[in-house]
Structure formats: structure tokens, C-alpha cells
């Protein structure tokens, strides 16, 4: 059982990576129609949904975009700021997705915002907290339940970010097809982009369920 659970939590998110990396690379080979950049369907996006104070910049990188409600500003990366293709069209509609949400107070997006903190505290002590329980546990044995709980809180987090990205991705297409940013044959190619991308999330979660049984059923075993 350990073993099939590594090998799949080794696995899994190679094949993730590699699916979105690889579809992201195909479709950066295919030209938009109305030959707009990132940048500009980023803006047009967000003009559209009176989102004015919110910038567009670049950021150096590759599928290191991402939208900052710290800074109100949407990042895009080398391969969709000032690229024409279908792939920089799809990541930067996804984005401005999310800016979109929280304009909005998306219901999901305001949960997982007020989870960031414990989430990024749990993140980086689970595993010391848990392997001090694991050496201490004749005296301390509630340490590796209270590491156990902490990695939880780490799963909980990455459940509510699904709802978010998928959400993302369905404003996205929805804009992109009802603004006529995309052809209707360049849709269905956008939205395997965002598929791809939003699988790594779903690999993300699995893998890390898998981690939380295996912390599990060690503790069981001690």
C-alpha cells in the first residue's frame, strides 16, 4: 500500500506538469484570429467588467501568471503578455477571472483567502511537528496527531482552491466566446489550455490526500 501510494504521488503530478505544459506549448504555436496579446485582452477584460484600477504587468517567467489582490494587478508572463496566440488569450482571460471574484467576493475565493494564513503557517511546521512525534512518541505521541491535523488544514486549502480555478477558467471561455475574442473554433482550443492547467490543481489535491491517508496510517502503525 505505501509503495503504490508513493509511486503515485511521484508519478502523478509529473504527468500533470508535463499535460499542461505540452498543451500549453501546442496551442502557443496558434495564432488568435484578431491577433490580440495577452496584455490586451487582459485590459479589454477588465475595462469591460469595471475593474479601471486594476493593472496589467509583465512578469518574468514561464506560466508564472497570476493575479495579485495585495497589489491589484494581474502578472503575465513571457509567453502571454505580448503574445498572440491561443494559449496567451486563454491564460490571460483566466486571470483577469479571478481579479473578477474578488471584485465580486466570490463566495469560495473569500474562504480561501481567509484560509492563506493558517494554510501557509501549517504548510511550512506540519512535517517538523509530526516527525518530533515521531521521534518523541513515548512522551509527546499527540505531536504527530497535531502535525497530522496542521497537513489537513494544507488539504483543506487545496480543496477550496478547485471551485475557484475552475470558476476562473468558465468566466474566462464564457468572456472570451461571448466578447468574440475567440473565434468559435478557437474556443474549444483555449479551453484544453485551461483543462490542463486545472488538472495540476485536481493532481495537486489527490497527491496530497494520498500524503494525508499515509500520515494516517503510520500514526495507526506507531
Not at 509511486?7 to 504555436?29: D, E, G, H, Q
Not at 477588465?46 to 518574468?60: F, K, M, Q, W
Request: proline share 3%; net charge neutral.
Amino acid at each position: 500500500m505505501y509503495i503504490i501510494l508513493l509511486i503515485l504521488m511521484i508519478t502523478l503530478p509529473l504527468i500533470a506538469s508535463a499535460n499542461v505544459k505540452s498543451t500549453f506549448s501546442k496551442y502557443s504555436k496558434v495564432k488568435n484570429s484578431r491577433g490580440l496579446t495577452g496584455e490586451q485582452v487582459a485590459r479589454a477584460i477588465l475595462d469591460s467588467n469595471g475593474l479601471y484600477n486594476v493593472r496589467v504587468e509583465h512578469i518574468a517567467g514561464e506560466l508564472t501568471d497570476h493575479y495579485d489582490p495585495s497589489a491589484n494587478v494581474v502578472r503575465l508572463s513571457d509567453s502571454v503578455f505580448d503574445k498572440t496566440t491561443v494559449s496567451a488569450v486563454g491564460v490571460a482571460a483566466h486571470e483577469c477571472g479571478h481579479a473578477c471574484q474578488h471584485a465580486e467576493e466570490y463566495t469560495p475565493i473569500k474562504i480561501r483567502t481567509a484560509l492563506v494564513p493558517v494554510t501557509n503557517l501549517c504548510s511550512k511546521l506540519w512535517y517538523f511537528v509530526f516527525l518530533l512525534g515521531i521521534v518523541f512518541f513515548e512522551a509527546f505521541p499527540q505531536l504527530v496527531y497535531i502535525g497530522i491535523f496542521m497537513f489537513a488544514a494544507v488539504v483543506l486549502f487545496q480543496l477550496v482552491t478547485l471551485p475557484v480555478e475552475f470558476d476562473a477558467s468558465g468566466r474566462a471561455l464564457k468572456t472570451l466566446e461571448s466578447d468574440q475574442i475567440l473565434d468559435s473554433d478557437e474556443i474549444p482550443k483555449a479551453r484544453k489550455v485551461l483543462t490542463a492547467a486545472a488538472m495540476t490543481y485536481v493532481t495537486a489535491l489527490v497527491v496530497s490526500i494520498m500524503q494525508l491517508l499515509r500520515l494516517i496510517l503510520s500514526a495507526k502503525r506507531r
